[in-house]
């Protein structure tokens, strides 16, 4: 079992599940059975992420999130803060799609045991167990890039908790916008913006959740 995977199925399954049901997962001892428990409440709810309308955002600069939304817990065992960002994508383009339809592109940062993770989760395959090279540019070039690994279910991909992850989303906190694309071979490329405005508001709210005063 992989910890990116894992990291993952409790991720996607967190934002789109009630919290009842997530707890439930938590509270499963066994990785391999509680890591089954969130994979199966992610693929039966992989389709509703919120709605762009939904998602409220202000007008007063102080408190402006722009379109950012959180979600907070607490590990039942160890008493520790999880607190998850997402964000969705202005655009989104999955290019092995034959009738180019829209896709959400969800950008999920999660600050779990003071640790931050980076991902972009899809709702089609869009990466291969050899994980995707990915170009990105946040804010003003250079362009960088990478490789990062996929998801199990393979409609995810980031840098998750690597040091680059934590570069990136130091840099999206200075940023107004970020594109990145994707390349996975047979499954083809994706491209998805985001607009980063927000994000410094709103984690100000949430102290120390990354690791950060």
Not at 127 to 138: E, K, L, M, T
Request: net charge neutral.
């Amino acid at each position: 079992m992989s910890q990116s995977s894992l990291f993952f199925s409790f991720l996607a399954s967190f934002i789109i599940l009630p919290s009842v049901a997530i707890a439930a997962c938590q509270d499963i001892a066994n990785d391999a059975d509680r890591l089954k428990c969130y994979d199966a409440a992610f693929r039966n709810g992989v389709s509703t992420f919120p709605d762009k309308s939904t998602i409220a955002t202000s007008s007063t600069a102080a408190n402006d999130t722009g379109a950012w939304t959180v979600e907070e817990t607490t590990d039942h065992l160890s008493k520790q803060r999880k607190v998850i960002f997402y964000l969705q994508s202005d655009r989104a383009q999955v290019f092995s799609d034959p009738f180019a339809q829209s896709h959400n592109a969800l950008l999920i940062l999660t600050c779990d045991y003071k640790k931050p993770n980076l991902i972009f989760a899809f709702t089609k395959l869009v990466a291969g167990s050899r994980g995707v090279s990915a170009s990105y540019r946040i804010g003003e070039p250079p362009v960088k890039s990478s490789r990062w690994k996929a998801s199990q279910d393979n409609k995810a991909f980031g840098p998750w908790d690597s040091p680059e992850a934590a570069k990136m989303i130091a840099a999206m906190l200075g940023s107004e916008d970020m594109v990145v694309r994707s390349d996975a071979e047979t499954f083809g490329s994706t491209e998805a913006t985001y607009r980063l405005a927000g994000l410094k508001n709103i984690s100000a709210k949430y102290p120390g959740a990354c690791g950060r005063p």
